[in-house]
C-alpha cells in the first residue's frame, strides 16, 4: 500500500484521534464517579441530616405540646400533638425512599416502632387525664415516655453521625479521585501533546522538502529557465504534482514556440500552432472541422481607409472569434490567425458549422461601423483595380471554408489545408458573406478537383 500525503496524514490524525479519545474516556470515566458522589452527597446524605433534624424537631415539639396539654389539658394541643407526629413520620418516609434501600434497614423499623409506641403511650395519658387520673398519667410520661422519646432521639443522633462520617468520607473520595484523574489526564495529555509535535514535524518535513524544490523550480520557470530539472521522485501526491510540474514545464516550452509565432496584431496562434493542432487532431482520430476564414474586397478598403483602420476590421473579426470560445469555455475550440484577412477555425463538426453560421450573421451586423455614413449607405465604395481603373468595389464579406474529417479521411495536415483552400476559393466567388462545406460544392456539379480549378477560373473571366 502507498503512503500518500493523504494516508500519512490520515494516520497521524487516526493516531491523534485515538490519543485524545483514550485520555477523554478516562477523564469522563473519572468524572462521572466524580459527580455519582457529588450527587449522592447532596441529594441524599445531606437530606438525610436535614430531615433528621427535622424529625427530632418535631419530636421536641411533640415532648413541650405534652408537657403543655398536661398542664392546660386544651384538646387543641391534642391536635397539634399528632400534627407534630404527622411531620416525624413524612421525614421517616422521606428517608426510606432515598437510594436504594440504604436507610431501609431495621433500625427505622425499629425508629417508627419506638415512634408509634411514643404515640400510643400519649393517647394513654390523655385517657388518664380525660379520667382525673393525673399522677397516674405524670408517672407514665415520666417513664416509658421519656424512655422512648430518649430512644428516638439517640437513634437519630446515629442516623446524623453516620451520614455526616459518609459525606465526609466521599469528600476524601472525591479529593483522592480528583487528584488522581487530574494527574493522569495531565500525563496523557502532556504525552499525547509531545507524540503530536513529533508526528507534526516528520510529517511536515516529510512534505515541505519536495515542495521547497518544487517553490524553488516554480521561481525558475517564471525567470523563463524552463530547461531547469526536477529531482522529486515519490510515489504519492507530490510525486505526481512534479510529473505534473515536468510536463507543464514540457508544455510551456511548446507554447512558448507557439507563441513566437502568434499574430502580434489578434493575439491569435499562428501558422505553427495551427498546423501543430490539425496534426494532433488527424492522429487523435477524432471528428473534427476545419474551417478558413478569409475576408472579401479587404484590400480596397485598406487602400482606401488606410493599414490603421484596415488593422481594427481584423481586429475585429478576432474579437468575434474570441467571443465564441468565452461563450463555450467547456468546448474544446481552437482559432487561429494565418495572416493578413486569413483565419481558422477548428472545432467540432457541428459546433464549428453553427460559429460559422453566427459568423456570418455578426460580421454583416459590425462591418458596417467601420465605413463612412455615404459608403455604407451605398453599399460600395470607390477605388482603382491593380491596372489603375476607377471602379466600385462591394463592401467587405466574409467567405468560410467548412472541411470535415471523420477521423480517418486525411492523412496529414497539408492535405486538409490544401483541400480547405480550394473550398474557400469557391466559396469566395458566391456574393455577399457565405459559409460553405463540401456538400455544398459537391451539390455545384463540380465533381473532381481539375475540373473545380477549371470552373472556378472560368468565372474569375
Known amino acids: 500500500m502507498l503512503f500518500t500525503i493523504s494516508r500519512k496524514l490520515l494516520f497521524g490524525y487516526l493516531f491523534m484521534a485515538l ?13 462521572q464517579k466524580l459527580n455519582q458522589a457529588a450527587y449522592d452527597i447532596t441529594n441524599h446524605h445531606f437530606i438525610v441530616v436535614e430531615t433528621s433534624k427535622s424529625m427530632l424537631d418535631a419530636l421536641l415539639a411533640q415532648e413541650r405540646t405534652e408537657k403543655q396539654y398536661f398542664i392546660l389539658k386544651d384538646p387543641s394541643l391534642e391536635q397539634i400533638f399528632w400534627q407534630r407526629a404527622g411531620d416525624f413520620k413524612a421525614g421517616l418516609e422521606a428517608i426510606k425512599k432515598l437510594n436504594n434501600g440504604q436507610y431501609r434497614d431495621k433500625g427505622l423499623i425499629n425508629l417508627a416502632s419506638l415512634h408509634d409506641r411514643y ?51 466521599q469528600m476524601n473520595y472525591i479529593a483522592s479521585q480528583s487528584y488522581q484523574a487530574t494527574t493522569m489526564t495531565l500525563g496523557l495529555s502532556l504525552f499525547s501533546l509531545i507524540l503530536g509535535i513529533v508526528l507534526a514535524l516528520f510529517i511536515t518535513r516529510n512534505i515541505s522538502k519536495p515542495l521547497r524544490q518544487l517553490q524553488k523550480a516554480t521561481g525558475l520557470i517564471a525567470e523563463g529557465k524552463l530547461d531547469h530539472q526536477i529531482s522529486v521522485r515519490r510515489n504519492d501526491e507530490i510525486g505526481a504534482l512534479a510529473k505534473d510540474f515536468i510536463y507543464m514545464t514540457q508544455r510551456l516550452q511548446v507554447l512558448e514556440k507557439m507563441n513566437l509565432n502568434a499574430s502580434p496584431l489578434t493575439g491569435l496562434p499562428g501558422n505553427i500552432a495551427i498546423e ?39 481586429k475585429e473579426v478576432a474579437d468575434i472569434l474570441k467571443e465564441y470560445v468565452a461563450e463555450q469555455p467547456q468546448e474544446e475550440i481552437f482559432i487561429g490567425h494565418i495572416g493578413g484577412d486569413d483565419f481558422v477555425i477548428i472545432a467540432g463538426p457541428e459546433q464549428a458549422k453553427r460559429m460559422c453560421q453566427k459568423l456570418v450573421m455578426d460580421f454583416e451586423k459590425r462591418i458596417r461601423r467601420f465605413y463612412d455614413a455615404q459608403d455604407a449607405q451605398r453599399g460600395y465604395i470607390l477605388g ?69 480549378q477549371q470552373k472556378l477560373e472560368m468565372e474569375h473571366c
Open 19 to 31: 490519543l485524545t479519545l483514550l485520555v477523554s474516556a478516562y477523564a469522563i470515566f473519572h468524572l
Open 119 to 169: 404515640g400510643a403511650l400519649f393517647s394513654q395519658e390523655a385517657v388518664l387525664l380525660k379520667e382525673g387520673r393525673l399522677q397516674d398519667a405524670t408517672v407514665l410520661s415520666d417513664s416509658a415516655g421519656r424512655a422512648a422519646i430518649d430512644e428516638i432521639a439517640l437513634q437519630l443522633k446515629n442516623i446524623q453521625t453516620g451520614t455526616e462520617k459518609a459525606i465526609n468520607d
Open 276 to 314: 501543430t493542432r490539425i496534426t494532433e487532431m488527424l492522429v487523435r482520430g477524432r471528428s473534427f472541422a476545419l474551417c478558413q476564414v478569409d475576408l472579401d474586397n479587404f484590400k480596397p478598403f485598406a487602400d482606401k481607409y488606410g493599414y490603421a483602420w484596415g488593422s481594427e476590421v481584423l
Open 384 to 452: 482603382k483595380d491593380r491596372q489603375g481603373v476607377m471602379q466600385k468595389f462591394p463592401l467587405i464579406t466574409v467567405s468560410v471554408a467548412i472541411v470535415n474529417d471523420d477521423g480517418t479521411r486525411f492523412k496529414n495536415q497539408l492535405d486538409m489545408a490544401m483541400t480547405a483552400a480550394e473550398l474557400k476559393e469557391y466559396a469566395k466567388l458566391l456574393p455577399g458573406s457565405n459559409y460553405v462545406t463540401e456538400d455544398d460544392w459537391e451539390k455545384s456539379n463540380i465533381c473532381n478537383p481539375g475540373e473545380r
